[in-house]
């Protein structure tokens, strides 16, 4: 759990939040599409999705109270492709390879940008 008052995670969160623009069904839908290859097992259909995505489909179902540290290091990871993204956001929205593996960490680079009322 984090501290209520830590403003690093409020930080973090704000940042993960505002990268991350896919909804939790809709990365969902996304990892288990892309984890649906030869691999997959009927078994067990998300054995092979992307495990970062499934870090980020976890902390989109948490309360910001019940962050663990490893919440924390993997928010600070999608961050860090964050950054990477937007210094290479006209060739994301080109290039469909670069595009899924954002979605893969719930960010859509052709999804317009929130406005905020």
């Not at 690093?8 to 969160?13: C, G, Q, V, Y």
């Not at 993960?16 to 909804?23: A, I, K, L, P």
């Not at 870090?55 to 961050?79: A, F, N, W």
Request: net charge negative; charged share 35%; aromatic share 4%.
């Amino acid at each position: 759990m984090t501290d209520r008052s830590d403003p690093e995670a409020d930080r973090l969160w704000q940042e993960f939040h505002e990268f991350v623009n896919m909804t939790s069904g809709e990365l969902r839908d996304f990892l288990m599409a892309a984890g649906s290859g030869e691999e997959a097992s009927p078994d067990n259909p998300g054995r092979w999705m992307p495990e970062l995505g499934q870090e980020v489909l976890k902390i989109l179902g948490k309360r910001k109270v019940d962050l663990t540290s490893d919440d924390l290091e993997t928010m600070r990871r999608v961050v860090g492709i964050a950054e990477d993204a937007e210094a290479h956001a006209a060739s994301a929205a080109q290039d469909d390879r670069r595009r899924r593996s954002l979605m893969a960490v719930g960010h859509d680079p052709l999804r317009p940008a929130r406005t905020e009322d």
